[in-house]
């Protein structure tokens, strides 16, 4: 049972540069969610995805973009990174996204940005 | 704007002793709250609370909400070093989307 799957684990980039992070889940979810945590600031919400087709602008989108692939896939994208985006980054996926119901993540991506 | 507090920020304890977090919450048309263990890398789902007063139980976790005070609170007793981590709280409102506390770091020691 793989869950939800987020590759890379680890990633160094260099100022400026783009990378895709990729997040898959075969539990037939309709929502999914990007987040990143940081010391001392818990999980943050970058975007989400209620439902395949669409995505909204979580707490901290600024300098992301995702794109909801199909109902399995749900990538983000850096265009131009920054060291204000070194981070643990985080997808989790839920139901339905009713709002009454857990939320299950990957095993998370460290993003360190020089 | 909605916001959760968690505390104490951290707290070590000796193996064997009860320690009770706190996480207070305030948030338009409160939907429900949940409690999260983080151990190395991803957050594991302890709880969901929908309704005020009923306690759930996990072995030696327990977690009640109080929604007329806005705050929830998870028990754990008889500590082992195995439930050293960190403990997150969250909440789903309006927006049906979970906001989470910055989190409790306890540390279980021998």
């Known amino acids: 049972n793989a869950g939800v799957t987020q590759t890379p684990k680890f990633q160094v980039l260099k100022t400026g540069q783009s990378m895709t992070l990729q997040c898959a889940q075969d539990m037939n979810h309709n929502s999914m969610y990007w987040y990143r945590q940081d010391p001392g600031m818990g999980l943050r919400l970058i975007y989400y995805s209620a439902s395949e087709g669409t995505t909204d602008k979580g707490e901290v989108p600024n300098g992301y973009n995702v794109s909801r692939l199909n109902k399995r896939e749900f990538s983000l994208r850096l265009e131009s990174a920054a060291p204000s985006q070194t981070s643990v980054y985080f997808c989790?996926?839920?139901?339905?996204?009713?709002?009454?119901?857990?939320?299950?993540f990957g095993s998370g991506t460290q993003l360190s940005v020089l | 704007e909605d916001k959760v507090v968690q505390s104490p920020l951290s707290l070590v304890v000796h193996e064997g002793d009860t320690v009770t977090l706190n996480c207070s919450y305030e948030v338009t048309n409160f939907r429900s709250l949940l409690w999260y263990k983080q151990e190395k890398k991803a957050p594991t789902f302890l709880f969901m609370l929908?309704?005020?007063?009923i306690e759930k139980k996990s072995g030696r976790l327990s977690s009640i909400l109080d929604k007329k005070e806005l705050f929830s609170i998870l028990n754990i007793t008889a500590t082992q070093t195995g439930d050293s981590a960190i403990y997150l709280c969250a909440f789903t409102g309006t927006a049906s989307k979970l906001t989470f506390g910055t989190g409790t770091r306890l540390q279980v020691t021998l």
């Open positions: 929908t309704s005020s007063g």
């Open positions: 989790a996926s839920s139901e339905s996204g009713a709002g009454n119901e857990k939320l299950f």
